[in-house]
């Protein structure tokens, strides 16, 4: 199933490859990818493809030090970390 | 103060007393600042050995852990001790050396991509960019790694950073995000908690994580109900416990699994259904429903859904669980599978007999004694036959199963607990892995005891080979393994080598009573194997005790 995410991270190119790194180490692979900085933050909008169930990525995502929100857009569903 | 006098400082201030490590070129300032510090640091003889050395410190002692190592060659060593302490969250700090910030990505000397390499194996990490962001990187690495669900944290310094000048900067943690207990789910675990007919607790690392013991046996003690453990939570459940099933899982005991199939609740408390805890997934506790508590939201729901689940820190959840008494029926029968199941020693051979030797080590050792394990037959039998009372006294490479795990381990042990009964039950095959430790013993006397059972096998692969690869017993034969005792004896190490069962009770009295080091090398057949067993794919009621 595709599903579309916001995040939101550390304005760090490491902190690009460490999300990445998650998403397709937890089995989703990648649709779509947009990269914005605003002020100190990259902004983020991708689109993944998996057959597991989606919080299985998004809640190892809102774990990692340097995502400070992240957002599922279908289903206008937050998680402030 | 230069950068790496700054660290030292800082470590310091943490109460760090200890560090593990090996210094090179690009680590050398840092070595320069230990020279006389008050930071004491202990030269293993391997970079991993370090890392492991680091994490039995902080597993016995809830202390925090701390490894150095130079860059390239270095780092990478530290590579699967981190990822160890990665799979079993233990708050370890590995500070890596590197080539200067002008000089990277240019292919230098001893040049890796350190930073890369830790993405997957840490909690979080970092290479320091600016002088004036040491300060901040390193206190925020030591809140990271010892915060939350714990786990290691790896600085990366270039060698000019820590030759600049810096200037200490206290830093604060942000607002931390503390995950407040959901007062519905509360309310849902209660009511589920009141039907139980048949609940039982499921008790994993997590208390041993969040220093819970107490308010686990407060739990336990109101309500009676049997509790069974993972590898990584033996300790936790007291002993003397009266409903203490000891461990579940591939090589859990009968009863542990059995009960554990039948219950109508089971009560999560900082475990993950790991699979080698619930063997086929879909077959496991399926009359169960879940209470699942953890402090990481992202374990719950990962591998079995819960029915309630409460993320938070186990001293907030624990104590907001209802603790009705457990019915009588359900504890009678629980006594009674005990009973039944109860392991047994009266081995028939003339041979040592694991088992029975590991009991009697359990029985004779101080109380407050710690075993550190390798990785094989040994390690779960040390898991089914051996007492612990706490978390903090038996040490075992959980999620990753690393072989070269015990010996390290132990010394960090012994380091932090200099008076303490500490000693490493090893196998013949992983004592081999980190073997030039002895070294680290003879340098700094360390009191540390040595268990090798020598099956004269890789022992848990060769049993895997036995039942299910047709007896083909490719490269698990290690008829050639070297003399253990003059092995140690080298190193100024005393021991005995010990073959018949009659001669284990006075060879654990040596052991235990032996004032420094010692070694006891104890033979047993190379036919044994680990029982119960739960093949791969079968439910965890489906124990094999006997090769077919
Ligand atoms: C670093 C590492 N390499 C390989 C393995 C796979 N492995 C698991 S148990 C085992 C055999 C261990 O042999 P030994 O230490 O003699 O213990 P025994 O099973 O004989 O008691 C091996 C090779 C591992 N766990 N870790
Ligand atoms: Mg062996």
Known sequence: ?81 | MTGAELLIELLAKHGVKDVFGYPGGAIMPIYDALYGAPVKHYLTRHEQAAGFSAIGYTRSTGKLGVCFATSGPGATNLVTAIADAMMDSIPLLAITGQVPTAAIGSDAFQEVDVLGISLAITKHSYLVERAEDLAEILQEAIHVATSGRPGPVLVDIPKDIQLAQVSFKPWLAADDYQPEVNLNEVAKANELLKEAKMPVAYVGGGVHAADAQKKLMAFLNETSMPAVSTLKALGSVLPDYEYDLGMLGMHGGQAANLAVQKCDLLVCIGARFDDRVTGNLSKFASNAKIIHLDIDAAEVGKRKPAEASLIADLHDSLPLLAHPQTDGSWLTHMKSMMVKHAWRYDYPGEKVFAPYLLNKLSQTMPSNGVVCCDVGQHQMWVAQHMKFNSPRNHLSSGGAGTMGFGLPAAIGVQVARPDDFVITVSGDGSIMMNIQELATIRRNNLPVKILVIDNQRLGMVRQWQQMFFEERYSETILSDNPDFVALAAVFGIKGQTITKASEVDDAIQALVDSKGPYILHACIDEQENVWPLVPPGAANDQMVTEVK
């Open chain 1, 1 to 81: 199933m595709k599903h579309q995410l916001k995040v939101e991270v550390k304005n760090q190119s490491v902190a690009v490859e460490r999300f990445l790194r998650v998403v397709r180490h937890r089995g989703f692979s990648l649709l779509q990818l947009q990269l914005e900085v605003v002020d100190d933050k990259y902004f983020v909008n991708m689109t993944v493809d998996s057959d597991r169930p989606i919080h299985l990525l998004t809640l190892q995502l809102a774990k990692l030090i340097d995502v400070h929100q992240v957002e599922l857009a279908e289903q206008h569903h937050q998680q402030a970390i």
